[in-house]
């Protein structure tokens, strides 16, 4: 391993730029003649569009053209796309209506794109936007899931009748209601997962670059998958072919997801960029952001849990309306669906599960994948209906837990995953070690004793990662493969380029991937550049999420490097008449093994480069490719436990501790991996006691469109962690990695809110809990 | 923000003068209000004031208990001021729970206070402490000064250029942060002044910064929080929105005024 080999605490290569402010955004890019965008956006969370009329707003200073969406459907771009198709229960397929990247037709949510202004200056574009006149047609809007299934709601699309995208199922149901039927107890609940907006650090921008003489598109853009959004924007939005269309993501200042998809903002660009021959940049303000990046969560739940006389489960039946906002964004049908309903099993060993997941239009802006996906409402509704449950039973939720934890492995669930490995009980014993948890009695006594309530609460969360089989995502539905690529290329000096598929928009790839190569061959990690981001430098990729890049990505990177020193160490035995058998690679050194024989690796890449003396039929240079797709999904698992204090006289939540008992497998970099848990605990902490995506039920506008009234964690309202990690290596990748990115998201909010329904004493609250919902719990029910 | 033209005042006449040239003209202090709402394209004025170059608008001065803030004194040297600290440290503290580090260095008294946001901390300590505001054509007290949401008794061009009070025997000030903004949810300001308790609440009325009779006859005969207790707070006239209703500011009303009690020891 060495000091900058797998394992090591390597402080972040990239850091020194981002923290003296030197990282190059896509809002840093400039290029000769640039113009601004400002888009024409709908006020009304639900109208038709009698008119549009842009000739005062294009006769005002500094514009070069206002274009609609009537011109950019008569080029032929088309329309936004949902990428994985999901069948109802009764075959027939989902029910997409049509996304306009500029609706000209109606608008369905507060913030849909109508026009593009282009300016000499940012403000002259927003000057000009405001003086486009539109002629709105008010139409009634719905933006709650169940709402809109009621007769006489509002409709939204002509596709889909009652605003019902999708009726789907998955496991079986008569197994699970005979198993209701006979069980010895019930335990009922309904939950609520709160909408939450992303928030990452940098909003949304692109540049839109179209060169005439080359008949050539660039498009920079905040992406954590530059090459899928070339491929989408190519075989389905008719903006360019892939060979005409390049696509960087430079640095990108955080995407938590919602950088995932394909906006209307980046397309409309492009094509604005050809229609007006000026570069076009335009960068999201936070109120934009609020309203149009993919918001995530929003599910309502149902859920039955039965138990044997022994206090087993034996079933679990569950029922989700899930709300994909006003139209359905690239990955929203697989979100509720394959990524939640598949982990519904858990930790635990459930011998039926049924889940019905019915997917919903509303006129807010569109639902997608939020760091955690499916995973953390799968948790947060296991998680909270475990707890009640125990409390119900009376029993200790953790020998409850215990008594139905899965032991061996490979497990199958009724649910479609195969779990790989795992040992659920050493991550909860090291949690409630960690926590103290024998000794919460005499804490809560002597909280109460200064008038608080105290309380605790845990939660066992399991997750899949590295996403995934690309036959196995196939089969259900993914319009896409999920394997990886790398290459990995030696110069001639011996030092290293590593092309990755993968994206780091803060999860340091420039660190973790350089230590992989230097680990494995010894030179040093300065010799060695990761290279992301751009779709003319790096083969075709797949990009980051569902923290894959580990499992996946670095996977493609051994594969790659294997390759390399098979045939490094060819041209070493060649070079020193040696076997190539008994060549390793050492310290920067190929040796012939047991001998004190060696060639530096500086002078074997020479040797490949310069080719004077390579073995007979060898072709020169030293730079080899893999793709690298995997067998299973990885299983991160751990327990998190959550002690809090709440002020009864307001209603405030203290959390007083935090454990986490993670398993991610093997660590690359222990202090990179505990960054990524401290801040998905922060986001995890955020769903459950500040954040909450607000539409007013009546009109639809946004009410929570900026920081004075979205309320993001602070670094005030966190507790110092207490981490640890258990390891059970994954078996189905090389490096034995599960992927750390979305635990802390995932496993947090139950255990918080576990923790102050116990020192509340009941159960009526829903996230966020915040003081005005802890107090009103608190008050005498009437 | 819409274009707009710049001035940098010299003197308070300086800045009068510029103001009168365009009636869509406006007054800038620390900014952290009006560039905001400018940002959001929510004010377009026409021509900024910039009063913070003014030499005699800065700074505290002490004379014995006689307080004088200059209104362009920013949250931060108030929350650090260890003469205003020496006779009344409830202010200072009221002050370095403003908005961040950001908004203290660069947010002013005079600016807070001329905007008057409902839930803004200054208009509680003033209207508790029976401060005096003065101007540059009149002094006015605070219980005249606070009209209503982002009202004030400011007539048109009037300048804040200091706030003056006597410090109090004891004071105490409590603050309820709203979640997401942090301004107060509720903040209650107590002081016993040479003229008696008062009890100032924002955050809380529908009307803006309210006082409490009830809570301050309380607290003449009975300087403690166990006085407040049977006291009800009315819901009625209590602000609602997503963050907290009626009910609860009432509740945060009467729990605040204890604490700032106690705060005042
Ligand atoms: C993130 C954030 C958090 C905040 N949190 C809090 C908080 O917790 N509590 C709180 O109380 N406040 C808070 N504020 C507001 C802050 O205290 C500001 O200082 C205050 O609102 C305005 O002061 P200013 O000097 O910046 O005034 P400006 O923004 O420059 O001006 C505000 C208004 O007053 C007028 N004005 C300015 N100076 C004068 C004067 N001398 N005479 C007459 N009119 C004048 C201006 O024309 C304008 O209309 C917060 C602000 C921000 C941005």
């Keep these: ?782 | 923000m819409y274009a707009t033209s710049y001035h940098r005042a010299s003197s308070v006449e300086d800045a009068v003068r510029l103001r009168g040239t365009s009636d869509e003209s406006k007054y800038l202090s620390g900014g952290m209000t009006l560039i905001s709402t400018m940002k959001q394209r929510l004010a377009s004025p026409s021509d900024l004031i910039d009063l913070r170059h003014i030499p005699g608008l800065k700074g505290v001065s002490v004379e014995g208990r006689r307080v004088t803030i200059g209104a362009g004194t920013p949250h931060a040297e108030v929350a650090t001021s260890q003469a205003i600290r020496a006779v009344c440290p409830a202010i200072c503290n009221l002050a370095g729970h403003i908005g961040d580090p950001h908004v203290r260095h660069m947010g002013t008294i005079g600016g807070s206070i001329a905007n008057n946001d409902p839930a803004a901390d200054y208009p509680a300590g003033l209207l508790g402490l029976g401060a005096t505001v003065v101007t540059d054509r009149r002094s006015i007290v605070a219980d005249d000064f606070f009209t209503g949401l982002f009202e004030t008794a400011l007539e048109e061009g009037e300048i804040v250029t200091a706030v003056t009070f006597e410090a109090p025997e004891k004071a105490g000030y409590a603050k309820f942060n709203n979640p997401a903004s942090r301004f107060a949810m509720t903040g209650v300001f107590v002081a016993k002044t040479a003229g008696g308790v008062r009890v100032a609440v924002t955050g809380a009325g529908s009307d803006g910064v309210f006082r409490h009779p009830g809570f301050e006859q309380a607290l003449q005969s009975n300087w403690s929080p166990d006085a407040l207790v049977s006291i009800a707070v009315d819901a009625s006239g209590m602000m609602a929105d997503m963050h907290a209703d009626a009910d609860y500011r009432a509740n945060l009303v009467k729990v605040m005024a204890k604490r700032a009690v106690l705060a005042a020891a």
């Design chain 1, 1 to 782: 391993m060495g000091v900058e080999g797998i394992g090591a605490r390597v402080a972040r290569k990239e850091d020194k730029r981002f923290l003296t402010g030197k990282g190059r955004y896509t809002d840093d890019m400039v290029v000769p003649g640039m113009k601004y965008a400002c888009f024409v956006r709908s006020p009304h969370a639900h109208a038709k569009i009698r008119s549009i009329d842009v000739s005062a707003a294009k006769a005002m200073p500094g514009v070069i053209d206002v274009l609609d969406g009537k011109q950019l459907q008569a080029d032929g771009i088309g329309n936004l796309i949902c990428g994985w198709m999901v069948h109802s229960k009764d075959g027939s397929p989902m029910k997409m209506g049509a996304w306009r990247p500029l609706a000209h037709e109606t608008v369905r949510y507060v913030g849909d794109a109508i026009a593009i202004v282009v300016a000499d200056s940012s403000g002259e574009a927003r000057d000009a936007a405001e003086a486009v006149e539109i002629d709105y047609e008010e139409l009634p809007a719905v933006t709650e899931a169940l709402s809109a299934l009621e007769g006489g709601a509002p409709q939204l699309h002509p596709e889909a009748p009652g605003n019902l995208i999708f009726d789907w199922q998955i496991g079986d149901p008569e197994a699970t209601d005979r198993a209701i039927a006979s069980a010895a107890h019930v335990t009922e609940i309904e939950l609520v997962n709160n909408r939450l907006s992303p928030n990452p650090m940098e909003p949304r921008a692109t540049l839109g670059i179209y060169d005439e003489a080359e008949d050539h598109y660039t498009c920079y853009t905040t992406s954590q998958n530059p090459h899928v959004a070339r491929l989408v924007m190519s075989a389905f939005y008719n903006v360019a072919p892939e060979n005409k269309l390049r696509v960087i993501a430079p640095d990108v200042g955080g995407g938590f997801g919602s950088k995932i998809y394909i906006y209307p903002e980046e397309i409309v660009c492009l094509w604005a960029s050809r229609k007006t021959g000026v570069p076009v940049k335009w960068t999201s303000d936070r109120t934009e952001a609020f309203l149009t990046d993919a918001h995530g969560r929003d599910h309502v739940s149902k859920v039955k849990m039965a138990f044997d006389a022994d206090n087993r489960v034996i079933a679990l039946k569950v029922d989700t309306v899930a709300n994909l906002g006003a139209y359905m964004s690239l990955f929203s049908s697989a979100v509720p669906t394959y990524l939640y309903a598949t982990l519904l099993s858990g930790q635990y060993a459930i011998p039926a599960i049924h889940a019905n997941v019915r997917t919903v239009y509303t006129n807010t802006v569109p639902v997608d994948a939020y760091r955690g996906a499916g995973r953390p409402e799968a948790t947060y509704l296991l998680e909270r209906t475990m707890e009640t449950a125990a409390r119900e039973l009376g029993v200790s939720p953790a020998e409850l837990r215990r008594k139905n934890f899965i032991r061996t492995f490979p497990y199958q669930t009724p649910v479609i995953m195969n779990y790989d490995a795992g040992d659920y009980e050493a991550s909860l014993d090291a949690a409630m070690q960690a926590a103290d948890w024998a000794g919460f009695d005499s804490r809560r006594a002597s909280a109460a004793a200064r008038g608080k309530k105290r309380g605790i609460g845990m939660s066992c969360y399991i997750e899949a990662c590295g996403i995934a089989p690309s036959a196995a995502v196939g089969s259900l539905g993914a319009g896409v493969g999920l394997w990886e690529s790398a290459e990995v290329r030696v110069n001639a000096v011996g030092t290293i380029e590593v092309l990755t598929g993968s994206h780091s928009h803060g999860q340091g790839h420039e660190t973790t991937f350089a230590q992989l190569v230097a680990g494995r061959l010894g030179v040093p990690i300065d010799s060695i550049n990761i290279v992301h981001g751009d779709t003319d430098k790096v083969q075709m990729g797949m990009g980051t999420y569902g923290s894959r890049s580990g499992a996946v990505g670095m996977s493609a990177v051994v594969k790659a490097l294997d390759k390399v020193e098979a045939k490094a160490k060819k041209i070493a035995a060649h070079l020193m008449e040696a076997d190539e058998q008994d060549i390793v690679i050492e310290n920067g050194e190929l040796k012939i093994a047991g001998t004190d024989k060696t060639v530096p690796w500086f002078q074997v890449a020479l040797a490949a480069y310069t080719a004077h003396n390579l073995p007979v039929g060898m072709e020169p240079g030293l730079k080899e490719t893999a793709f690298y797709d995997p067998s299973n999904f990885t299983f991160p698992a751990g327990c998190y436990i959550a002690e809090v204090e709440v002020d009864p006289e307001t209603g405030k939540t203290e959390i007083v501790q935090f454990v986490a008992a993670d398993d991610f497998g093997n660590i690359i970099n222990p202090m990179i991996v505990e960054g990524q848990v401290h801040g998905g605990l922060a986001q995890g902490i955020g769903q459950a006691l500040l954040e909450n995506v607000h539409y007013d039920p009546d009109t639809g506008q946004l009410l929570t469109a900026s920081f004075m009234d979205y309320a993001m964690p602070r670094a005030d309202d966190l507790p110092s962690f207490t981490l640890s990690h258990q390891n059970t290596p994954c078996p189905g990748n090389p490096l034995g990695i599960k992927g750390c990115g979305e635990a802390g998201a995932i496993g947090s909010p139950p255990a918080l809110i576990n923790a102050i329904t116990d020192a509340i004493g009941h159960n009526r609250l829903t996230m966020p809990a915040t003081p005005m919902k802890v107090w009103q719990a608190l008050q005498p029910a009437l």
